[in-house]
C-alpha cells in the first residue's frame, strides 16, 4: 500500500518509497525518514525541503504511524524514525541500540474549519464532544448543528497522546470517523465546519484553512495549555555522518526555526 512522501525534484534519480506488509522499503538514498503522519505535516515535510535544499545531501521523507516507524528502524528499512512518543521498553528490547532524540514538545490542537464559529472550549467540554455527551455546536455557544468527530485510528501517538491527556479511562464517541493516520483527519475537517478533531499544533498552522481552538482559555502556544506531546527522532546508534546532520538541522540548524515558526517549542 503506498504511503504519502516528500521528494524533491531537484534529485531526479531517487527511488519512490513503497510499502510491503506495512513497513517501507529500502530505497537509494542516504536518509529514508519514516513514522509519524503528524510530525510530517507539522514540520519534517517542511524541514527535510529545505535540508536539501541547504546541504546538498539526498533525503526522502515518507509517513505512517509512530509504530510502523519504530518497526521500521528496528528491522533497518529508515534510516531515522519519527516517532510522537517515547520509545516503549518492548521496543528498547528488540533492538538495544535504539537511541531517540527529543526534538520538540508539540501541543495537540483540537482543532476545526476556520469557518466554524468556536474558538474556545474548556477541556472538560472537549472531553464531552470527543466522548459523545456532547452532540451539538449549539451547546458550546455554536450555531446548531450536529458535531462530526474525526480522530485517527488508535494505533497512532497522537491518538495515545490525547487519550491519556484529556479521555483517561473514557472511549470515543462510536459514530467517530476513524483515519488511518492523524494527517488524515484534516481532509475530514477541511471545509466541514461541523467536524473536529485534535492533531498536531503544527499541522494547522501548516493549513490555513483549519483553525486551532483555546483549551481553557489557552491558545496552543500559550504556557499551561494542557494538551502536549513529545517528538523524537529515532536512530540505530548514535547519529553520524548525514544522519547526525539531519538529526542536528531540527536541533540547532534552519529546521529548528522551522518548528519554532509552525507553533511548537524545540529542544532546547
Known amino acids: 500500500m503506498k504511503r504519502y512522501m516528500l521528494i524533491s525534484t531537484a534529485i531526479i534519480s531517487m527511488v519512490l518509497v513503497s510499502m510491503i506488509g506495512g513497513v517501507p522499503c529500502a530505497v537509494a538514498q542516504d536518509i529514508n525518514v519514516y513514522g509519524s503522519a503528524q510530525m510530517d505535516s507539522a514540520f519534517i515535510a517542511e524541514g527535510t525541503k529545505a535540508f536539501i535544499k541547504d546541504t546538498g545531501i539526498k533525503a526522502v521523507a515518507a509517513y505512517d504511524t509512530s ?3 519504530v518497526k521500521a528502524i528496528i528491522k533497518g528499512t529508515c534510516t531515522i524514525a519519527t516517532v510522537a512518543r517515547k520509545l516503549k521498553l518492548g521496543e528498547k528490547a528488540q533492538d538495544k541500540t535504539l ?13 476545526v474549519d476556520k469557518n466554524n464559529p468556536i474558538n474556545q472550549l474548556s477541556l472538560a467540554d ?4 470527543f466522548t459523545g455527551q456532547i452532540t451539538d455546536w449549539k451547546n458550546v455557544g455554536g450555531a446548531a448543528g450536529s458535531i462530526q468527530v474525526a480522530i485517527p485510528q488508535t494505533k497512532t501517538a497522537c491518538n495515545k497522546n490525547f487519550k491519556k491527556a484529556v479521555m ?3 472511549g470515543f464517541v462510536g459514530s467517530a470517523v476513524i483515519t488511518p493516520t492523524a494527517s488524515d483527519t484534516i481532509e475530514k475537517v477541511k471545509g466541514n465546519i461541523m467536524a473536529v478533531s485534535f492533531i498536531s499544533y ?4 501548516s493549513h490555513p ?3 486551532a481552538i483555546k483549551v481553557n482559555g489557552k491558545n496552543p502556544v500559550d504556557p499551561g495549555y494542557p494538551v502536549i506531546q ?3 527522532l529515532v536512530t ?3 547519529p553520524a555522518g548525514d544522519v547526525k546532520a539531519y538529526v542536528d538541522y531540527f536541533l540547532t540548524g534552519a529546521g529548528k526555526a522551522i518548528i519554532q515558526k509552525n507553533g511548537m517549542v524545540p529542544a532546547q
Open 126 to 129: 472537549v472531553q464531552k464532544v
Open 168 to 170: 483517561g479511562d473514557l
Open 236 to 238: 540505530k546508534g548514535q
Open 202 to 205: 503544527g499541522a494547522v498552522v
Open 230 to 232: 513529545e517528538l523524537y
Open 99 to 111: 537511541v531517540e532524540t527529543f526534538v520538540a514538545k508539540d501541543p495537540i490542537a483540537v482543532y
Open 67 to 69: 509504530g510502523a516507524g
Open 209 to 211: 484553512a483549519l483553525k
